[in-house]
């Protein structure tokens, strides 16, 4: 199976930018024929929201960016090569790439994302024979659980007071979301059977296995050479920049800040998560000089970010202003019960994620439409909340978006390991669909 779909991917599949263009246009098409909206209009509607998300694109590049220095602090950095280190066996590597990426996910999306990367390509350097775009893909692959964690999108949001569904569902804690106990058993299914599935993707045959470029290997060491060293003269300016007391101090200020502002009733929110990474990195990393040059080289990992998120945005815009996300959900909605609806849901936020790759902007369109078709079926809003959640999660192991940060860590091509990542969406589709059935008829 995974060489069928590796084969396909390599023949037919474009890189993400390409895609993001090719849906722009696919959603312009779906909007006219569909809504039978005009196409100026629909043209419209993708132009005045192409800059929408702009606020949206910073928060999320900086929440990868200061996850990626995060990762890369010396303390974090020496517990991920102790943690790895008697690790020898490809499937094993695997395993842990999977869990690193998992675990991290369910702590923080932004810090999963970037960590699975990270430990994936240092097990690829380590351990020989492992076959290098399973285990970048299996690192990734554990970016599953992040709508199960303590930032998921959605749960976060309806757990904070003010949030745009008040009025409607009121707040809900995250103990009847994400700590509930079919996602514990959700969360635990995935956590177990994810890398051993990842695991026995890998190649059999010896000449299948594509292990690291060593050109790739030269570039990670030589990237750590020049962390370690240091040639700057010892001037006045350059003490400032490598002191602790300002490295250490603001960094102390800030997760001063972050405990005083929860002890007075503060939530947690992505601004608030972006504060907490920030200021932990620079604390970890220990002079300004430091952290500076970790961001400058994390910057390449958010680049692809940057320049596709006003795309998704216009997608958005069109969805949202011709209605077509409504009248796609509405449709699911038809055929669902009270026991079906949360499954329904499920599977409808998989296909609008292709379009609309935010949990967050996701929510907030198809958020609404969900809630009131929960109140009117009697099915608990807590269901369908989180089943549009992990819809969202789900897809994103195709949904080429949030991948982007992983290949420029790796330094593959996206068509190298979306075989892999197709087979490990289906699995998840399995587990995904089975929880939620089974929620839905057992209560």
């Given at each position: 199976?995974?060489?069928?779909?590796?084969?396909?991917?390599?023949?037919?599949?474009?890189?993400?930018f390409?895609?993001?263009?090719?849906?722009?246009?696919?959603?312009?098409?779906?909007?006219?024929?569909?809504?039978?909206?005009?196409?100026?209009?629909?043209?419209m509607?993708w132009?005045?929201?192409?800059?929408?998300?702009?606020?949206?694109?910073?928060?999320?590049?900086?929440?990868?960016?200061?996850?990626?220095?995060?990762?890369?602090?010396?303390?974090?950095?020496?517990?991920?090569?102790?943690?790895?280190?008697?690790?020898?066996?490809?499937s094993?590597?695997?395993?842990?790439?999977?869990?690193?990426?998992?675990?991290?996910?369910?702590?923080?999306?932004?810090?999963?994302?970037?960590?699975?990367?990270?430990?994936?390509?240092?097990?690829?350097?380590?351990?020989?024979?492992?076959?290098?775009?399973?285990?970048i893909?299996?690192?990734?692959?554990?970016?599953?659980?992040?709508?199960?964690?303590?930032?998921?999108?959605?749960?976060?949001?309806?757990?904070?007071?003010?949030?745009?569904?008040?009025?409607?569902?009121?707040?809900?804690?995250?103990?009847?979301?994400?700590?509930?106990?079919?996602?514990?058993?959700?969360?635990?299914?995935?956590?177990?059977?994810?890398?051993?599935?990842?695991?026995?993707?890998?190649?059999?045959?010896?000449?299948?296995?594509?292990?690291?470029?060593?050109?790739?290997?030269?570039e990670?060491?030589?990237?750590?050479?020049?962390?370690?060293?240091?040639?700057?003269?010892?001037?006045?300016?350059?003490?400032?920049?490598?002191?602790?007391?300002?490295?250490?101090?603001i960094?102390?200020?800030?997760?001063?800040?972050?405990?005083?502002?929860?002890?007075?009733?503060?939530?947690?929110?992505?601004?608030?998560?972006?504060?907490?990474?920030?200021?932990?990195?620079?604390?970890?990393?220990?002079?300004?000089?430091?952290?500076?040059?970790?961001?400058?080289?994390?910057?390449?990992?958010?680049?692809g970010?940057?320049?596709?998120?006003?795309?998704?945005?216009?997608?958005?815009?069109?969805l949202?202003?011709?209605?077509?996300?409504?009248?796609?959900?509405?449709?699911?909605?038809?055929?669902s019960?009270?026991?079906?609806?949360?499954?329904?849901?499920?599977?409808?936020?998989?296909?609008?994620?292709?379009?609309?790759?935010?949990?967050g902007?996701?929510?907030?369109?198809?958020?609404?439409?969900?809630?009131?078709?929960?109140?009117?079926?009697?099915?608990s809003?807590?269901q369908?909340?989180?089943?549009?959640m992990?819809?969202?999660?789900?897809?994103?192991?195709?949904?080429?978006?949030?991948?982007?940060?992983?290949?420029?860590?790796?330094?593959?091509?996206?068509?190298?390991?979306?075989?892999?990542?197709?087979?490990?969406?289906?699995?998840?589709?399995?587990?995904?669909?089975?929880?939620?059935?089974?929620?839905?008829?057992?209560?």
């Amino acid at each position: 199976m995974t060489s069928f779909f590796t084969s396909m991917v390599n023949k037919y599949l474009p890189d993400p930018f390409v895609i993001a263009i090719g849906l722009t246009l696919v959603t312009v098409v779906l909007a006219m024929t569909m809504q039978g909206a005009g196409f100026i209009e629909t043209t419209m509607y993708w132009g005045d929201g192409f800059w929408d998300l702009l606020a949206f694109t910073m928060q999320m590049t900086i929440i990868l960016l200061t996850g990626y220095v995060l990762a890369k602090t010396p303390l974090v950095n020496k517990a991920i090569d102790k943690s790895i280190a008697g690790i020898k066996r490809p499937s094993t590597a695997i395993i842990a790439a999977t869990l690193f990426g998992g675990i991290g996910s369910l702590l923080n999306w932004g810090f999963g994302l970037i960590i699975g990367g990270i430990v994936a390509q240092k097990l690829a350097i380590q351990v020989r024979g492992v076959h290098y775009p399973l285990i970048i893909a299996a690192g990734y692959s554990g970016f599953a659980l992040y709508g199960s964690g303590i930032s998921g999108t959605v749960p976060v949001t309806l757990a904070t007071p003010g949030h745009f569904l008040e009025e409607q569902v009121g707040i809900i804690p995250l103990s009847e979301t994400i700590f509930s106990l079919p996602m514990i058993i959700s969360t635990l299914a995935i956590l177990i059977t994810l890398p051993i599935v990842n695991a026995r993707l890998h190649p059999k045959k010896k000449d299948d296995i594509i292990e690291i470029d060593p050109k790739i290997v030269q570039e990670v060491e030589s990237e750590g050479a020049k962390e370690s060293a240091s040639t700057e003269e010892a001037t006045f300016s350059n003490r400032m920049n490598n002191s602790h007391f300002f490295g250490i101090g603001i960094g102390i200020l800030g997760l001063i800040y972050t405990v005083t502002y929860f002890i007075q009733g503060g939530s947690l929110g992505l601004n608030t998560v972006n504060f907490i990474m920030l200021f932990l990195g620079i604390l970890l990393m220990g002079t300004p000089a430091r952290y500076l040059s970790a961001v400058s080289d994390g910057i390449k990992t958010v680049a692809g970010i940057v320049l596709q998120y006003p795309f998704y945005a216009g997608i958005m815009a069109i969805l949202a202003g011709t209605g077509l996300i409504t009248s796609f959900s509405n449709w699911f909605v038809s055929f669902s019960t009270e026991a079906t609806l949360p499954f329904w849901s499920l599977i409808s936020a998989f296909f609008i994620n292709i379009l609309a790759p935010s949990g967050g902007g996701q929510w907030a369109i198809q958020g609404p439409i969900m809630v009131q078709a929960a109140s009117e079926l009697g099915t608990s809003i807590q269901q369908t909340a989180m089943a549009v959640m992990l819809g969202d999660a789900w897809n994103n192991m195709i949904q080429p978006f949030w991948i982007l940060p992983v290949l420029a860590i790796s330094k593959l091509p996206l068509k190298s390991i979306m075989g892999y990542m197709v087979v490990i969406m289906l699995w998840l589709g399995v587990v995904h669909g089975t929880i939620f059935l089974l929620w839905g008829f057992l209560g």
